[in-house]
């Protein structure tokens, strides 16, 4: 272990480059490649995520090896810098951050200005002639380390520096003078050893081992794991550990720090975007403690250091070939480049940046697909909006920065605890506080949307908001915050917790009360990008729709037919509920029958609308699924409600509801069994799916039915149900006068079908997995009742992922390629496809597609998401050899 390379430096001598991300973390990767191509960084060493990992699991103790590989890079940097740690000269203080191989905005820790002492402290005034600056950065320092390494809150810190400035009657921390901030570094050591027990250390090599310690630590803390939990971040052992040499953004007014990407991550807009401040630390943009300038105005103010960034801006988005977010600091007139990293940004940006760097020849079609768009980015382009003219003046609460785009609705909620709490009980809230913290994404991630009263386009807010997709409304200096009486105002109007607002996240508005929200509108560019995709995809994107709105959704989001109509949905409207329920508690076939016939011009009425939307695209239509009890009442004033619209006493009606009651229904009286049991169900519904398609034939419209027989075990139930069909269809062609093609299939949803795939193939004209059941059937899951344990499961690595969400591969997904090769063994031609929900996972359609399916089927608003997967898989050439037809 000794021998083991755990420190890797970077400046005039680099030992990194982008290509060991995993082993130094995207920023450590990052700072090695810049200094390879001439940015100008200032020089370190990155700790390897291997240590971190090491130090983890062996109860904080560092590898053998790494102290001395430490101080190896310590004094490395003292040789680039022409500086040393702890100097009473000349002294050289550092910076030390985290960095994994994927971003975590703000979810883990950094500490500035290590190195400092009183000592430290005396050389710095006496080489800068500066004490301002000097006893600004030692404040700071107290500040981070005793927060980050020692748990001492920074909000004791925060009372004091506020303190001074009412006593000061200051409003900006820039307005404190050298003595008064000499003053506040007092205070804040007495502030840590109230806290800790202990005098402030003033070994700088301590400082760092402990800092070093503490960023390790923070890889672990609950915001990380919390972000990595819903941003899906997975398989990454640790975080890499950043040493940097210090430069300064608070020395004078001569100084600056700030953030900016290279393009707007909002629109995606071809403009240097971003914010800095003047004589101020990186940590003051992210964290909205100060309201930051528009990058822009740094074109007036240092004309000079703008051109020089804009030209780096330039040639590192050429470099990486994608926006970038970069972090900078002015020094006295000297521009410094602290990090670079793919920039996160909106669905509407995304795929605007996507498709302006193919048209500048910076990228490929096939690059800007696999690599700049994500399935997350399209499902943004899908929320919605607010109407222009649906905000009225006098509802206007506030107007902000629009920080992320997109129209949200919920009820006020000022913690991110409660949000969670809420939002699990099904609530819709806005979390709304003055600024956000890593502690915060619990309840950013359970809200509508977010609100704050400070910060900017680049704060802890509104970089977390783009990255999720969610609206949010940043720096809205217009209302004020209450914590204590949980309260807002505008100075004319409180708002309460559990109040309704809206927020707009693409305009910055705050409105009171509950808005209308529309669909969005697709840009050009989307349309463009869509059709970039479609010239990559070798299998086709099927939707789940029952109702002719929803089929037309979906064929305008580019779907290339239905994959599942569930006709037990049809059949709970109210209308015909009745109907519906007077088969079930009929005494013998006559009535049933009668029944059904009334039931039949409902069914008929529906496909008609479905088939008239989906012309000329197949629509495969389920028969009747669910146990038959789940269309009859079970509390007791419905029961006599519904025996009184029935006609018959409510004791019969209860008999009735007894004897359909199943121990297990998932597993009884349901799909093709109610087919064998009561082939009259059957029949009548082939009957309305083969009139609705002649009827239209009449008018010139085409309708492709595919009948999907449910639930199928053995190939002899298929049978039964395949005759039953056909016989019907030939009274119906032969009362008609014509016909029409159509398609018997079934849906692959019982594990012993995909064992026996090749002798039902041999019948079937197409299989269409039910993944949903399959996997309740393989795992002995109940989707309804797993929820209870499989959020443990996922949090001890019992299960890397849902599988109700993304395909159980391993088990569930060796099914579905057993019965997709052995159905085609059976069956050359047979159509095969999927219409669980995973068929909009991207994970699951992948899997689809190195099976060969020829379609998934996914709800409408995951299509475009399923055509993009398709895309993906194809680029990436992940195919197998299975045959697809």
Known sequence: MADLKHVYRFGKETDGNRS?????????????????????????????????????????????????????????????????????????????????????????????????????????????????????????????????????????????????????????DTDLTASQLSELTDKYKAIYRKHTGHMFPEDPMEQLELAINAVFKSWNSGRAIKYREISGIKGLIGTGVNVQAMVFGNMSSECATGVCFTRNPSTGERELYGEYLVNAQGEDVVAGIRTPEPISSMKKRIPAVYDELLSYTHKLEDHYKNMQDIEFTVQEGKLFILQTRNGKRTGAAAVRIAVDLVQENIVSKEEAIAELVEAEHIDQLLHPQFENGDVKEKDLIGKGLPASPGAAVGKVVFDSKRAEELAEQGEMVILVRIETSPEDVGGMSSAEGILTSRGGMTSHAAVVARGWGKPCVAGCGDIVINYREHSFTNG???????????????????????????????????????????????????????????????????????????????????????????????????ERREALMELLPYQKEDFIGIFRTMEDLPVTVRLLDPPLHEFLPSEDEEVERVAQELGVTEKLLRIKIEALKEFNPMLGHRGCRLGVTYPEITEMQT????????????????????????????????????????????????????????????????????????????EADFFSFGTNDLTQMTLGYSRDDATKFIPYYLDNGILGEDPFQTLDQQGVGQLVQMGTELGRAGNPKLKVGICGEHGGDPASIEFCFKLGLNYVSCSPYRVPIAHLSIAKAAIKGVKTSVNQN
């Open 20 to 172: 060991m991300r995993e082993l130094l973390g995207g920023k450590g990767a990052n700072l090695a490649e810049m200094c390879s191509i001439g940015i100008p960084v200032p020089p370190g060493f990155t700790i390897s995520t291997q240590a971190c990992k090491h130090t983890i699991d062996n109860d904080m103790e560092w590898p053998e090896g790494l102290r001395e590989q430490v101080n190896e890079g310590v004094f490395h940097v003292e040789g680039e810098m022409n500086k040393k740690l702890g100097d009473k000269e000349d002294p050289l203080l550092l910076s030390v951050r985290s960095g994994a191989a994927v971003s975590m905005p703000g979810m883990m820790d950094t500490i500035l200005n290590l190195g400092m002492n009183d000592k430290v402290a005396e050389a710095l005034i006496r080489k800068t002639g500066n004490e301002r600056f000097v006893f600004d950065s030692y404040r700071r320092f107290i500040d981070m380390f005793g927060d980050v390494v020692m748990g001492v809150s920074h909000e004791y810190f925060e009372e004091a520096i506020t303190s001074l400035k009412e006593q000061s009657g200051v409003q900006n």
């Open 492 to 590: 004319d109007l409180i708002i309460k917790e559990g109040d309704w607002i809206s927020i707009d996240g693409t305009r910055g508005f705050v409105i009171k009360g509950q808005k209308n929200m529309i669909p969005p509108k697709l840009s050009d560019e989307y349309e463009i990008f869509m059709r970039w995709v479609g010239e990559f995809e070798s299998m086709q994107v099927r939707a789940n729709a029952e109702t002719p709105e929803d089929a037309e959704m979906a064929r305008g989001l580019g779907a290339t037919g239905i994959g599942l109509a569930r006709t037990e949905h049809m059949f709970f409207k109210d209308d015909r509920v009745t109907a519906m329920r007077r088969m079930i508690i009929a005494e013998d076939e006559k």
């Open 687 to 762: 009957r309305a799916i083969l009139e609705a398609a002649l009827e239209l034939k009449a008018e010139g419209i085409n309708a492709k039915p595919e009948i999907m027989i449910p639930l199928v075990g053995s190939v002899n139930e298929f049978v039964n149900q395949r005759a039953v069909v056909e016989r019907t269809a030939e009274k119906v062609f032969s009362e008609h006068k014509d016909s029409i093609d159509f398609l018997i299939g079934t849906m692959i949803e019982v594990p012993r079908a995909a064992l026996v795939a090749n002798e039902i193939a041999r």
